[in-house]
Nanobody, 122 residues
Framework: QVQLVESGGGLVQAGGSLRLSCAAS????????MGWFRQAPGKEREFVAD????????TYADSVKGRFTISRDNAKNTVYLQMSSLKPEDTAVYYC???????????????WGQGTQVTVSS
């Protein structure tokens, strides 16, 4: 079993920045792909970004490309999402995920965090 706990969400003005963190426990996740998804009010959950097990590959949704950066510290069993130039449409609950069946792309995660709220005001 893997437990994922997100932190770093909050309220920020448009154009601002936030850094989300996700700490994994229960099992080391250094060998697996990790990623972030988000869900805005009234919308379906959507992919944001993922990172391969050794940080050699990252993938981003078109809507966040150039503004968000995903990274990981395998020694700390932690993944991060640096968000810059935030827009009101980035407002959502952000979920950290891991796929223990994959090393490169997150695909269909088998573990999810509880989520952290990010609100961007205009």
């Amino acid at each position: 079993q893997v437990q994922l706990v997100e932190s770093g969400g909050g309220l920020v003005q448009a154009g601002g920045s936030l850094r989300l963190s996700c700490a994994a426990s229960g099992r080391t996740v250094s060998s697996y792909a990790m990623g972030w998804f988000r869900q805005a009010p009234g919308k379906e959950r959507e992919f944001v970004a993922d990172i391969s097990w050794y940080s050699s590959s990252t993938t981003y949704a078109d809507s966040v490309k150039g503004r968000f950066t995903i990274s990981r510290d395998n020694a700390k069993n932690t993944v991060y999402l640096q968000m810059s130039s935030l827009k009101p449409e980035d407002t959502a609950v952000y979920y950290c995920t891991v796929n223990t069946r994959a090393r490169t792309r997150i695909g269909s995660p088998d573990y999810w965090g509880q989520g952290t709220q990010v609100t961007v005001s205009s």
